[in-house]
């Protein structure tokens, strides 16, 4: 049966080896990748799927059957891991190949509707030539953007919402095989701020539609050693002197590292001066291009020293065309509501000695709230601490229970894409609808299609 769900899954599309995800921490246990070429395609595998989790008498494990949407392998978890088959849906009309259809919503916001594994840097590339941006990108161009819905990725900006608040559109395949289409201005069969950051738990999502508005330029201007006082008596000057702004710190006692600034032309002016000089807030501006770590060639980071250019060139923090990581390295990140900001980070900087032997990075970030069920930042602005570590799994995960407990004062929600052990008693509070969001994903999904570990251990099942 499972030989049988491959190969009428697939069609002519043969099921490739799963691998291990981007970070390579995880091998994944599906016993292979599909690609489909049309939502028929992804319709019935599906619809395989669940025929043969139904079927008592196949005398194959229920779990074989099962299906999980691949995005661009960015989860340092087993969120998309799967028994059975893993579904990228990268060949899935593809914005390369001129699969691009622009239109407006009833306010009159233009939008445009791509494949669910279109990556964002190829939708910016791609909307450039027409005249239209999307509003914010993540540290990363190369995830996909169904992906980083699913998980609540976010970019950064007093006033940016995350990724999933320029959704305006979403259309799946469900448990049971049937196909729904989602508008955010209209009611439909499922409430559409629970489908955005959907876990993969919903169905496979096959395209989605983005508010998008027209081009505008960026600088990005980079300054060093922030003192620690300064941060935290102007956190709020600070974070919202620009469109973007993240401070990167490697817990250095006496000041944090650099403040990335990434202003919006348009905002700036006659002169498209930031007003600053060589001295913001006591930290001093780069002479040369700076890469977050030491050391490190800023050549793969996005245009820095000023340079005004396309938004979609300057938001990110690296560049598309470039390997977007330097090296294997291990992610965690912990939001809280924006007033807890400063306490949060004096919290993390007094577990100092035991975070630095086994840290790369800290950046902080701020978004605006966005209403969505599953979403970190969505009942509060909300602030990101966001840990990049160096390799070593079983230290990190020993290590995460105590900045938990050090953060869980301040209502702090993990990414659920990077590595968290918050439990799922925990994650009900944190989450206030997270009860119904697994009451709907079970409706959709009677089945257990999509189900997994992750799935269980995060819903309490």
Not at 366 to 387: N, R
Request: proline content about 5%; aromatic content about 6%; glycine content about 10%.
């Amino acid at each position: 049966m499972t030989t049988d769900v491959t190969t009428k899954s697939a069609g002519t599309h043969a099921a490739t080896l799963a691998g291990t995800n981007w970070a390579g921490n995880l091998s994944y246990s599906a016993h292979g990748v599909v690609r489909p070429t049309t939502v028929a395609e992804v319709r019935d595998l599906v619809l395989a799927a669940g025929a043969a989790m139904a079927d008592a008498a196949s005398g194959a494990p229920a779990g074989t059957a099962r299906l999980r949407a691949l995005g661009s392998r960015h989860c340092f978890n087993d969120l998309a891991d799967t028994s059975g088959l893993l579904v990228s849906l990268e060949d899935l009309e593809p914005v390369a190949a001129g699969h691009l259809q622009l239109g407006t919503t009833a306010a009159g916001i233009p939008t445009v509707r791509v494949s669910a594994g279109t990556r964002y840097g190829d939708l910016a590339a791609a909307l450039f030539p027409l005249g239209l941006a999307v509003h914010n990108l993540a540290s990363l161009p190369h995830i996909s953007i169904a992906g980083a819905i699913a998980t609540a990725t976010h970019g950064s900006g007093n006033g940016n919402q995350g990724l999933g608040g320029a959704v305006v559109g979403l259309e799946l395949v469900t448990g049971t095989g049937e196909f729904l289409t989602l508008r955010r201005d209209e009611e439909g069969p499922v409430p559409f701020d629970a489908a955005v950051v959907h876990l993969g738990a919903l169905g496979i999502i096959t395209h989605i539609t983005l508010a998008v508005e027209p081009t505008f330029d960026v600088r990005q201007d980079v300054y060093q050693d922030l003192p620690w006082a300064s941060l935290e008596q102007n956190f709020d000057a600070i974070t919202g002197a620009a469109y973007s702004v993240s401070v990167f710190t490697r817990l250095r006692e006496d000041a944090a590292d650099q403040v990335w600034l990434k202003s919006r032309v348009d905002a700036l002016g006659e002169t498209g001066d930031l007003g600053y000089g060589d001295d913001f807030f006591g930290a001093r501006r780069a002479a040369v291009a700076l890469h977050p770590l030491p050391g490190i060639s800023a050549e793969n980071c996005s245009e820095q020293l000023g340079v005004p250019g396309p938004g979609h060139e300057r938001l990110a923090h690296f560049r598309r065309e470039f390997t977007p990581s330097n090296g294997a390295e291990l992610q965690s990140e912990y939001l809280v509501p924006r007033e807890h900001a400063v306490a949060a980070i004096a919290a993390v900087r007094a577990l100092r000695e035991r975070i630095v032997p086994l840290l790369q990075i800290i950046e902080f970030r701020t978004m605006a709230a966005d209403g969505l069920w599953l979403s970190p930042a969505g009942q509060h602005d909300t602030v990101g601490l966001h840990f990049t570590w160096l390799p070593r799994q079983t230290e990190v995960e020993a290590l995460l229970p105590a900045i938990e407990a050090a953060l869980a004062p301040f209502d702090a929600r993990p990414h659920w894409g990077k590595l968290f052990t918050t439990d799922a008693a925990r994650l009900a509070e944190l989450f206030p609808r997270l009860g119904e969001f697994a009451a709907l994903a079970d409706g959709l999904d009677p089945a257990g299609v999509f189900a997994n570990d992750y799935l269980d251990r995060v819903l309490g099942r």
